[in-house]
């Protein structure tokens, strides 16, 4: 059944008050239209569920033609409310509520925002759109307090965006109770990444730089190819060097490159938020 909201008959009582709380929640609405408060508290409901999209479905019930269907669920004042889950009810209540009330009810048997984003962000991984999926896993991460099994998926992703020192960010802060299978699997492939981080170009440049710090010829081609291994923060930290010492640099390239790599990282990375506001410093 695809939709958010329903009316309930005799007719589809199986399918929408049995059948379809197997799956997600149905929260029922028993009202009247002679009844006053159930004129109040339909808008709040049909709000609420066009919100969360069909996470769960709100199936109306009219208690004047369906009388035997509200009597057989027990009603004995309108409005009532019953939330159904795998056919039977868990939760309701009896009068017009506060929209605060309904909502906290509702979020009990509801997915929070983040598992949603986790889920949203498995899917794009495994079409392999890891740019899409990358903001969806932060925001999920952060706002579900540094879920251990977000953050194991948020450091996947990371790490095979060779973002390694975000990566070893987010694995140190794991508790040592979340450290399974899958933690030392992350570990392994983290170290593996940091050995090979550095390519034989961007060893030759290093060492360039480590005999001339002042060689901003080097400095410049070191940061290409450091944003072309995805190792952005350092790039941006040498690109940054260099426009303290000349904005034009290169004739604009290094500040166009500094640029180029913070569009990249996307609005809301942290490491682009920092980067762009040291960039508005220098210039103002």
Not at 139 to 162: F, P, T, W
Request: proline content about 4%; overall charge negative; hydrophobic content about 45%.
């Amino acid at each position: 059944m695809e939709g958010f909201i329903v009316d309930v008959t005799a007719e589809n009582a199986q399918q929408v008050l049995i059948d379809e709380s197997m799956k997600r929640p149905v929260v029922v609405d028993v009202w009247a239209e002679w009844c006053e408060p159930c004129k109040q508290l339909m808008p709040v409901l049909e709000k609420i569920a066009n919100e969360y999209a069909g996470q769960f479905l709100l199936a109306k019930l009219n208690a004047d033609t369906e009388q035997a269907l509200a009597g057989q669920l027990g009603v004995r004042s309108l409005p009532t409310v019953m939330v159904l889950k795998d056919g039977q009810p868990v939760d309701g209540f009896a009068g017009a509520q506060p929209e605060k009330q309904i909502r906290e009810m509702l979020e009990k048997y509801l997915p929070k925002p983040w598992d949603l984003q986790l889920q949203q962000a498995q899917k794009l991984v495994g079409e392999g759109s890891l740019d899409e999926a990358l903001p969806l896993l932060r925001q999920a991460y952060g706002d579900s307090g540094e879920r251990a099994d977000i953050a194991k998926q948020y450091a996947a992703v990371l790490l095979e965006k060779n973002r390694s020192k975000d990566a070893e960010e987010v694995l140190g802060k794991i508790l040592l109770a979340d450290q399974d299978a899958d933690y030392q699997q992350l570990m392994a492939q983290l170290e593996l990444k940091q050995q090979a981080a550095d390519s034989p170009e961007i060893k030759a440049l290093q060492q360039a730089l480590a005999a001339n710090p002042d060689d901003s010829e080097s400095a410049y081609k070191l940061a290409v190819q450091l944003s072309q291994a995805d190792r952005h923060e350092e790039a941006l930290e040498i690109l940054l060097g260099l426009l303290r010492k000349d904005m034009g640099f290169a004739d604009g390239a290094a500040k166009q490159a500094y640029l180029d790599i913070v569009k990249a990282l996307g609005a809301g990375d942290p490491v682009a938020t920092t980067y762009q506001r040291k960039l508005m410093t220098l210039l103002f």
